[in-house]
C-alpha cells in the first residue's frame, strides 16, 4: 500500500488552490507533477556545478559530465536497454520520433510501406506522413474498433516484404487503451520490418523492458514521469543506431571536420548534437530514482485502483459516455456528457480547482472515428486520491446542471 498523504506531501503544487479551491489535478496525461527532489536537482546543478559537459577539463565540467552520464546509466537500466549508448538524450518524444522517421529516409524507396495505427497522437503520425512525402513510400493504418482497440487481424494483413517500419503508441494518450506491443513487434519482424514504441504514455504507469519487447526503438519524455519538460529519451538498437545517418550536424556529434568532409562520434554522441539540456537530463534521472523509490509496481497496481473507482462513477452520472472501454487500459477515462462540448464542462470544473483536458487531445482521427468534436479526458496518477475523483463527480453534476 502507498502512503499517500506522504507522497502528495513530496509535490509542493499540489499543496496550493485554484480559483479558490484546492487543486485536483487530473491532466498528467498532458504532464505530470514535479516532486521537491526533482526541483532541487534543477537547481542544485545551477547553483553547484553548472558548466558544459564532455569538453572541459576542469573540475565543474567533470562534475556536470559525470551528473548527466550518471542519467544515461539510470535511465538504461531502467529500461533494461543493453548498453548505455543506446539511450540518446532528445528534447521529448517528439524529436525522438522525428530523429527516427528523418533517417528512415535513407532506407526507404516508393513502393515500400510504413504503418501507424488509429490510435496515434499526432506526433506519431505527421512524422511519418513528411518521410512519405519525401520517399514515395505509402503510409498504412492499422484500424480501431468501438472499444478503442486495435484490430490485430487487420494488422497482420497488413503486413507484408513491403512493410519497412511499424510504429506505434505503447498506451493511447486519448483512451488508454495499452496496446499488445509484444504481438505487434513479433509480427512485424517476421516480415523483416522495424519497430518503433511511442512509449510517452505508458513509462509514467509501467516499466517497459527493452529486451523483452524487443523493438528497435522506444521513445519517451521525462515531463510525463514526475521529470522536467524538454528532455526525452530515444531507446534504439545499437546496430539501427549504427546504421541511421545523424538527425542534427554541429558540435559534439562529429569525430573530426574539415572544409572537404567530416566524420561522425561514436553512439550516442553521434546523435546529440550541441550543448545538451544538462540540468534537466541531470533531473530525470532523479525522477526514475524517485518513481523507482515508490516502486512501479506499486504505482501501477494503485493507479489501477483509481481506474476502476473513476470508471465506476462516472457512469453514475447519467448521460455520461466514455470512449475506450478496452479491457487493458492506463488510468486515462475519456468521456462526453449528452451533447454537451467538452470545452463548456472544462470550463465550469476548472472554476471549482480541477484541471482536465479537453478537445481532440492531438489525436483527432480517432475523435473523427467516433464522429466526435473531442472529449474530456480525465488522466490519474499515483499522487491522485479516491476523494478527488468524487468532487470531480460533483463538479460535473453540477456543470452538466448549469449547462442542460
Known sequence: MLDISTIRNDFPILSQQVNGKPLVYFDNGATSQKPQVVIDAISDYYEQINANIHRGVHTLSQLATDAYEESRLKIQKHINAKFSHEVIFTSGTTHAINLVASGFAAFLKPGDEVLVSALEHHSNIVPWQ?????????????????????????YVSLLSERTKIVSVNHISNAL????????????????????????AQAMPHLKADMQEIDCEFYAFSAHKMCGPTGVGILYGKEEWLNKLPPYQGG??????????????????????????????????GTAIDYLNGIGMDNIAAYENELLAYGTKRLLEIDGLKIWGTSLEKAPVISFNIGTIHPYDIGTIVDKLGIAVRTGHHCAQPIMNFCNIVGTIRASFSFYNTKEEIDLLVDALIRAKTMLS
Open 130 to 154: 513528411f518521410l512519405c512525402e519525401r520517399t514515395g513510400a505509402t503510409l498504412k493504418v492499422i484500424p480501431m474498433n468501438l472499444d478503442g482497440e486495435l484490430i490485430m487481424t487487420e
Open 176 to 199: 488508454g487503451t495499452i496496446n499488445p506491443i509484444k504481438f505487434i513487434t513479433e509480427k512485424a519482424h517476421e516480415f523483416g520490418a522495424a519497430v518503433l514504441i511511442d512509449g
Open 251 to 284: 558540435g559534439e556529434m562529429i569525430k573530426e571536420v574539415s572544409f572537404e568532409r567530416s566524420t561522425y562520434a561514436d553512439l550516442p554522441h553521434k546523435f546529440e548534437a550541441g550543448t545538451p539540456n544538462i540540468a534537466d537530463g541531470i533531473a530525470f
